[in-house]
């Protein structure tokens, strides 16, 4: 299966280009730029295609994320601190930028002759972010069945979707995934904030996998805090 993989740079999508490069036909890795703050994890998907051994293309959508209004990640709207899971982490939410992301790699995909493109989307995503869910997979396929229809034949690979972080964590490590050299932080800084959700999920990923965290982060025991106060409210 000759494969597309969507990279950010992050945990979940340098583990997925990792596992397609492993087990299938891994042909390049797609990242973009669509005004995030924290727009230096491109740099770590440029180091996990060097790893690899296959190109990088890096997608300037500038121009659609600046009318995404109201973003955390695109906007000058304060990143919150917390479990993921928390009502505040919708401010994150950028309006169907998976949906933008996915049609673009569908395009590329279709032209350069590949049978699928990857996303490492993952249920933990489920709660805050739309184009993450089952239902979002199930239907861009079938849309993307009539985009080319007579075309190409083109598959949306999404092998975390029904899986935690701390299973592809698990998953990573038998790839041996140098995590050291993936970035997550919302924030953006010099290391990782470790009080944003997504430094939250990944700290708490680790913990749950039984396996060692080697990022470095600024407040590296805020997740404990985060993640008792996400159970209590679930109570």
């Known amino acids: 299966?000759?494969?597309?993989?969507?990279c950010s740079g992050g945990l979940d999508s340098v583990t997925l280009a990792y596992k397609m490069a492993h087990e299938h036909d891994l042909k390049r890795l797609i990242s973009f730029d669509y005004g995030q703050r924290h727009k230096k994890e491109t740099a770590?998907?440029?180091r996990c295609a060097e790893r690899l051994g296959v190109p990088l293309?890096?997608?300037?959508i500038t121009a659609i994320g600046a009318l995404l209004t109201g973003s955390a990640l695109t906007d000058d709207v304060d990143v919150p601190d917390g479990h993921y899971a928390e009502e505040s982490m919708k401010s994150t939410v950028v309006p169907n930028r998976n949906a933008i992301m996915l049609t673009i790699a569908f395009?590329?995909?279709a032209a350069q002759n590949c049978d699928c493109v990857a996303t490492a989307v993952h249920g933990g995503d489920h709660f805050i972010y739309p184009d993450c869910r089952p239902d979002f997979i199930d239907s861009f396929n079938k849309m993307q069945a009539h985009a080319l229809d007579g075309y190409a034949d083109v598959e949306l690979y999404a092998p975390f979707v029904h899986i935690p972080k701390d299973a592809i964590v698990t998953q990573g490590m038998k790839l041996n995934v140098p995590y050291e050299d993936t970035w997550s932080c919302y924030k953006g800084g010099e290391i990782h904030c470790g009080r944003c959700g997504t430094c939250v999920e990944r700290r708490e990923a680790f913990h749950l996998a039984g396996e060692t965290d080697p990022?470095?982060?600024?407040?590296p025991d805020f997740w404990i805090k985060a993640?008792?106060?996400h159970q209590a409210e679930k109570v």
């Open 1 to 6: 299966m000759k494969s597309i993989v969507i």
């Open 44 to 46: 770590y998907a440029a």
């Open 57 to 60: 293309d890096i997608v300037d």
């Open 107 to 109: 395009g590329a995909a």
């Open 215 to 219: 990022t470095k982060y600024a407040d």
């Open 227 to 229: 993640r008792e106060n």
